[in-house]
């Protein structure tokens, strides 16, 4: 079963962010076969870290609550909240096989939260600029709740246009860089 996992900053807390990166990266370690993608996003500008999004294929949804809530930034208080949800990899392929590789071009977070009758349950027809896209589902996985992607474009605004902004409840677009060691 594929999750989305996108932990939230808590304001202040890049510090301790920092001092954590090896004990975040070595528990990311033990998950490598699984990860379909990973990375942190910032603030406009690149600067301030924002988040961290993980994107990892675990047998069930209580392997998928370990893996969020037993993380070492999640421990120690650098995140704020979690948004942890079932998703479908609609592209078949992990970021490391993303055509673009891992550098050039601006890099973005796109979630569109959303209830009712699914929207964009197919990717757009520009694949090569998207490095990871799926649905956000239920528990169950019966029950859509929004999408996320993870997209190469050249500013926000074209990041934010992959999905149908309008028939979402709210869109947020985060700059995004990918993650793991160099």
């Known amino acids: 079963m ?14 301790l962010r920092d001092e954590l990166l090896e004990a975040h990266w070595s528990y990311m370690d033990r998950y490598e076969a699984e990860l379909i993608a990973r990375g942190p996003t910032f603030a406009a500008g690149g600067d301030t870290p924002t988040g961290s999004v993980h994107i990892v294929d675990l047998p069930d949804a209580p392997a998928a609550r370990a ?6 930034n999640q421990q120690a208080g650098v995140y704020r909240d979690v948004l942890l949800r079932r998703w479908r990899n ?3 392929r992990t970021m490391w096989e993303f055509p673009g590789g891992r550098s050039g071009g601006n890099r973005y977070l796109v979630i569109g939260l959303g209830a009712g009758e699914a929207v964009d349950l197919e990717p757009p027809s520009d694949r090569d600029e998207l490095v990871a896209y799926g ?31 309008d028939r979402y409840a709210d869109v947020e677009v985060h700059e995004w860089e990918f993650g793991g060691r160099r």
């Open 2 to 15: 594929e999750f989305f996992c996108y932990h939230r900053d808590r304001p202040g807390s890049a510090g």
């Open 67 to 72: 893996f969020a809530f037993d993380e070492p």
């Open 90 to 92: 609609l592209l078949g």
């Open 135 to 165: 649905p956000l589902l239920s528990d169950d996985g019966q029950a859509w709740l929004g999408t996320a992607a993870l997209v190469r474009a050249p500013d926000p605004e074209t990041a934010r246009a992959v999905l149908s902004v």
